[in-house]
């Protein structure tokens, strides 16, 4: 690994990375390699500062297959409910804390956070705003990243505030060395049957032994916009898809009453990937916004992150089952 940049002084921190009002730390690599998931619970950082157990904790159950959607160093719901799924997938009672046994089975030796030289790609493609009007969206050529920061985020699983706090003094110009957080390659398998629990917010992928492959944190439907019940079938999968906007379909946006075509882009409406379903204008996909999953409501459709589309829809295939539930996860099976 290279040696870290020289940080900003302390005065310009508050102003480099500056969170709802609150300034964030800096935040040093060795803080999260050298940290303690044992220790979670018993020490308090400021509010909105990241914890580097928790960032440790979030890493290992990404490399375990239990998502804890956005690497964020923030405690909370989505967190616990990566530990359930580590739980479930390992046969241990599911509760979602983090008890001497679970982080047992969970830590390693290896580094969780390793150095990256930025290249001429990573700032390719890059567009200078999303517009929030969808009439505006289908304007446009594509509905890229807005920044290096910001396409290293989801490409190592990070919230872009963590990114920050870890290079504060970086440019993310190509050549830069920077530091971020090393989530694992993608699971593997042959997913035969999908669950789709709407109480707990998961997504649960299953192969056909039963065994479970990898959980990842959801938002399924709404009050206003409620997900399908029932079983219903994988169609097809279509990478960085575009997005037809039908107010009369689907949802009105803004004051836009006319057929749109969205086009595709990581920062587009279904993000980098489209699961479809049997049942008519449904499906598993992407978001523009990771920090949301299960935080905000969707359309009737399953809401996940990009980088968690993406590893779900390489191991389904036409005919997989998707079965809509509304269990608690002790009820699992």
């Known amino acids: 690994m290279s040696s870290m940049k020289t940080a900003l002084p302390m005065s310009l921190l508050a102003l480099a990375f500056s969170v709802g009002g609150a300034a964030a730390r800096e935040l040093r690599p060795e803080e999260i390699n050298t940290a303690s998931i044992a220790s979670i619970g018993t020490e308090k950082p400021a509010p909105g500062d990241p914890d580097p157990a928790i960032v440790r904790l979030q890493v290992l159950l990404d490399r375990a297959g239990s998502s804890p959607g956005v690497i964020d160093g923030l405690s909370g719901e989505n967190v ?6 580590f739980e479930a997938m ?3 009672p599911v509760d979602g804390r983090l008890d001497p046994d679970v982080a047992s089975r969970l830590e390693g030796n290896a580094p969780l956070v390793e150095s990256y030289v930025v290249s001429a790609e990573d700032a390719a493609g890059l567009v200078d705003k999303i517009p929030e009007d969808y009439g505006e969206k289908s304007k446009m050529q594509s509905l ?11 490409r190592f699983h990070m919230g872009i505030d963590l990114v ?7 440019q993310f110009a190509p050549g830069d060395t920077v ?7 993608p699971r593997e398998g042959k997913v035969k049957r999908i669950e789709a629990d709407k109480k707990t917010g998961q997504v649960l992928a299953y192969a056909a032994d039963g065994s479970l492959l990898a959980v990842y944190p959801a938002t399924i439907g709404s009050e206003d916009n409620p997900a399908p019940s029932g079983k219903h079938k994988v169609k097809g999968v279509a990478k960085m898809p575009v997005y037809r906007y039908d107010p009369k379909r689907n949802f009105k946006q803004g004051k836009n009453d006319k057929v749109l075509t969205i086009p595709k882009g990581p920062n587009g409406p279904v993000g980098t990937i489209w699961i479809d379903l049997t049942e008519p204008t449904y499906g598993i996909h992407g978001t523009p916004e990771p920090k949301l999953i299960d935080k905000v409501g969707s359309h009737g459709c399953v809401r996940l992150t990009n980088w968690d589309a ?3 829809a390489g191991m389904v295939k036409p005919g997989v089952m998707v079965d809509f539930v509304n269990r608690s996860s002790a009820t699992r099976k």
């Open 310 to 312: 993406e590893e779900l």
């Open 179 to 185: 530091w971020v957080v090393n989530p694992g390659p």
């Open 80 to 85: 616990d409910k990566a530990v359930a799924g």
């Open 90 to 92: 390992n046969d241990l």
């Open 164 to 170: 920050h706090a870890l290079n504060p003094a970086s």
């Open 144 to 154: 890229g990243y807005t920044s290096v920061a910001e396409k290293l985020s989801e």
